[in-house]
């Protein structure tokens, strides 16, 4: 990477770490928000996913607006919209129903901040290089969402969580200034667009929508997973006899060091993948991650110790190949249509990261009655059945003789 290259990817890779601080911090309270407003698992899960929504009802139309208006706009205006979205959480959140708008209209933030983000990142870098790139870029987000956890437990073991959630929207108006300096001097690149450009690079576009229908499957696992971590953690240290209080603390600074452990292992995978191939990584990856999704859930009666130690390789196996799927894509998609095509990645990731919590939080509620570590285990199969279809969608992928572009032919 070039010298240039590199410091303004530090500075964008800054921005998105403070962004992000808002992006799991519920995770991190939602045992006690669980409890304080009476709420089903279920019910909890759906909170978590109305972020996804929010996501979703932004990110497909801003990220497809980046093919034709200045992404430096979209990118700020979100961000703002971002901090002054979870400091309201903050303030008025007090039932379900306020937690679970107000949370919706946080992720609505998100959708702008992202993807564009990740668009900018495939422009500046060449294909040999993108893989690291966009590793790095995804990376910085995750270590941001490891920051959330650890931010949100700390603070909110100290003085409560409306003061933890107050704290993370100040982190976002830091990353809004340092966004501002990534942006100065920015043009937005124009590129020719073609008759039925559209149909052709996106609707009839047989590899790039095999390589988003694959993201949907890791999104459907690793929203499963992240989004239940903490609540598993405290319940494992709950049943070795700690105090809730304490087990939620400690529960969300072990989920931070698990999320924030992607932050390696995208900017490995991505290098891999360079070399290796997208769809050969991706498969590798998402096999190993399916395998520790249909074994964590059983181990919660271990030491606590021992189910840290395998929580951070699954954690490291869940969303190592996040920036592969991405990187993929743009590959695949004519870059005068990235911006749309990222549009309906979103769609499909996010609208299957939004049902999984969810439909794990169900299944936690259908298996009350049961042992711990089968309402657990059954919870976390849930995530790692979607992960199965990953690697049956990298196999199609490689069937397709459009995908030897790829990478220039490297799948």
């Not at 924030?260 to 990856?285: N, P, V």
């Not at 021992?306 to 920036?323: K, M, N, R």
Request: positive net charge; glycine residues 12%; charged residues 10%.
């Amino acid at each position: 990477m070039s010298s240039p290259n590199s410091r303004w990817l530090l500075l964008l890779c800054l921005a998105q770490l403070f962004i992000m601080l808002v992006f799991i911090n519920y995770s991190a309270v939602l045992p006690t928000l669980k409890q304080e407003w009476g709420m089903s698992n279920a019910q909890a899960g759906t909170i978590f996913s109305a972020y996804q929504l929010g996501y979703i009802a932004s990110g497909v139309l801003l990220s497809g607006l980046t093919d034709r208006y200045n992404t430096r706009t979209i990118f700020i205006a979100s961000t703002l919209w971002s901090a002054t979205a979870n400091l309201l959480f903050a303030l008025y959140a007090h039932d379900y129903t306020s937690g679970l708008l107000l949370r919706g209209l946080t992720g609505i933030g998100m959708g702008g901040t992202y993807m564009p983000g990740l668009k900018l990142v495939a422009e500046r870098f060449p294909s040999a290089q993108r893989g690291k790139a966009v590793g790095i870029y995804v990376g910085s987000l995750l270590l941001g969402g490891s920051l959330s956890l650890a931010l949100t437990g700390g603070i909110s073991a100290l003085a409560g969580w409306r003061i933890a959630f107050i704290t993370c929207s100040l982190g976002v108006f830091i990353g809004l200034l340092v966004a501002l300096a990534a942006f100065r001097g920015y043009e937005p690149r124009r590129y020719a667009t073609v008759e039925q450009g559209f149909r052709r690079e996106i609707v009839t576009n047989r590899p790039a929508l095999l390589m988003i229908c694959g993201y949907g499957a890791h999104m459907w696992e690793m929203y499963g997973m992240r989004s239940w971590l903490a609540p598993f953690f405290a319940a494992a240290l709950m049943g070795q006899g700690l105090a809730s209080g304490v087990a939620t603390g400690w529960a969300a600074a072990g989920a931070a060091l698990v999320v924030g452990i992607g932050a390696i292992s995208t900017a490995l995978t991505g290098t891999l993948s360079d070399r290796l191939g997208r769809s050969k990584t991706i498969t590798l990856i998402m096999l190993a991650s399916a395998v520790s999704s249909f074994i964590f859930g059983w181990l919660i009666n271990l030491h606590p110790a021992l189910i840290f130690l395998f929580a951070l390789i699954y954690g490291y196996l869940a969303v190592a190949e996040s920036p592969v799927f991405s990187t993929g894509l743009t590959e695949l998609v004519d870059p005068a249509y990235l911006g749309s095509a990222m549009g309906l990645q979103s769609l499909v990731g996010y609208s299957l990261a939004m049902i999984s919590p969810a439909i794990f939080g169900c299944a936690l509620d259908l298996c009350s009655g049961q042992q711990p570590a089968t309402g657990w285990g059954i919870a976390f199969a849930t995530a790692g059945t979607g992960a199965l279809a990953g690697p049956l969608f990298m196999y199609f992928l490689r069937k397709t003789p459009e995908s030897k572009k790829m990478a220039g032919g490297r799948q």
